[in-house]
């Protein structure tokens, strides 16, 4: 076993001192920017997030519909309907409706979401903290200015709902490494359910466990996502597979992934397609050479491949929103060190420009959100590219 994965006696001192101040002082900072989103929005074209549309366009429905059409998966429609109810028994409804009746106040959805989103916030942050506590043994300050005070972690904690997904993966990993073989999958089918993309790293994760025990990680990931979907699928299929087909359908190429709208406008989209299949396999197909004998004494190469499916998921998918780099965030910051950390830096700004002045750029500014997507692209680019060249690399580096 390498000196990665040799556990040693943990302090927790570190997250209540450090970590976990800064990290509510990021969520903090992330609310401020949601309450305050309309002198901001004059000033900036700013977009206040997936909180405010949720209440503009679901509210009514969320407090009267059992289960309808709407593009997120089964999972986030049960999250949200939660908060839905805890909304309407801790508010009372004082907005009228078009569709009749009075709803809750945006404040105070806004208020509800964070403290939940907030809390997996939190989460996230504690399961970084073990991460590299237990395995990774990360330079001093790493987690805090590489991870909690980065432009992703304060603009997209609360942003959307992206929280939820990262939580299940970080702590999906620690379950992991931690050789909770049940608790690691179970986690993985937990955020599959609730957003599509934790769902590549299953194949990888599949490799730390014992062969005798792989059917029996695949059953709990199974029926993590069984419990999600089932009972949704059973009230209104249609429902059910409107968000899939909606993912499916999505071309609109003002958010369409940029290399391949690049490449579906220079190749045509079959054989732009198979170029982003062929390049993405033939890296996978390189990580695969470089795995080590026992994946699990090698936290390094866990946490580069789960970077570089990740990075490739975005990369073949044909939407790309700016909270997409949220997801590559934790395994950023376990993976790649810090020769990276410049690029990264100006990957995040580019991408933070484009979230917080939407509106603006899309007023009248279409040359400048095309440079700060270049800039953010090329970034993402030369980050998965890094993460082959950190996977050809000795395991134990």
Not at 69 to 78: K, Q, T, V
Not at 141 to 158: H, I, K, M, N, Q
Request: glycine content about 8%.
């Amino acid at each position: 076993m390498s000196s990665h994965g040799t556990a040693r006696p943990i302090d927790d001192g570190p997250f209540w001192r450090n970590l976990l101040p800064a990290t509510l002082a990021a969520i903090l900072a992330s609310y401020l920017l949601r309450a305050f989103w309309q002198p901001l929005h004059g000033l900036f074209g700013s977009y206040p997030s997936d909180i405010w549309y949720m209440h503009v366009n679901y509210s009514w429905f969320l407090v009267h519909r059992g289960f309808f059409e709407m593009e997120y998966p089964a999972g986030m429609f049960a999250f949200v309907k939660a908060l839905s109810v805890v909304c309407q028994h801790l508010f009372s409804p004082t907005e009228p409706h078009p569709h009749g009746g009075l709803l809750y106040r945006y404040e105070d959805w806004l208020a509800v979401n964070s403290v939940a989103l907030g809390l997996a916030g939190v989460g996230i942050s504690w399961c970084m903290h073990r991460l590299d506590a237990e395995f990774f043994h990360l330079r001093r300050g790493r987690l805090l200015w590489a991870f909690v005070w980065t432009p992703s972690f304060v603009f997209f904690t609360l942003f959307n709902y992206d929280a939820l997904p990262v939580l299940c993966c970080t702590a999906s990993l620690l379950a992991l490494l931690r050789r909770d073989a049940v608790g690691s999958f179970l986690l993985l089918g937990i955020g599959t359910g609730v957003k599509i993309y934790p769902a590549v790293l299953m194949p990888l994760y599949l490799l730390g466990v014992p062969r005798g025990h792989r059917l029996e990680a695949t059953c709990w990931f199974l029926g993590a996502l069984a419990a999600l979907n089932l009972p949704f699928l059973w009230l209104n299929p249609q429902a059910w597979w409107f968000p899939y087909h909606w993912q499916m359908g999505f071309d609109q190429a003002d958010q369409t992934g940029r290399f391949l709208y690049t490449l579906t406008t220079l190749l045509g989209k079959g054989p732009a397609l198979l170029t982003m299949a062929s390049l993405a396999l033939g890296m996978v197909a390189f990580a695969w050479r470089k795995m080590p004998q026992a994946p699990l004494d090698s936290p390094l190469w866990l946490a580069r491949a789960s970077l570089l499916l990740v990075g490739l998921f975005i990369f073949t998918k044909n939407v790309f929103s700016p909270q997409y780099l949220f997801w590559l965030l934790p395994f950023a910051t376990l993976g790649t060190g810090y020769p990276f950390a410049g690029v990264a830096s100006l990957v995040e700004l580019a991408n933070i420009a484009e979230a917080f002045g939407l509106d603006y750029w899309r007023s009248g500014h279409e040359e400048g959100l095309a440079g700060i997507r270049l800039v953010r692209d090329l970034g993402l680019a030369a980050l998965v590219a890094h993460t082959v060249v950190l996977l050809g690399r000795s395991r134990d580096d």
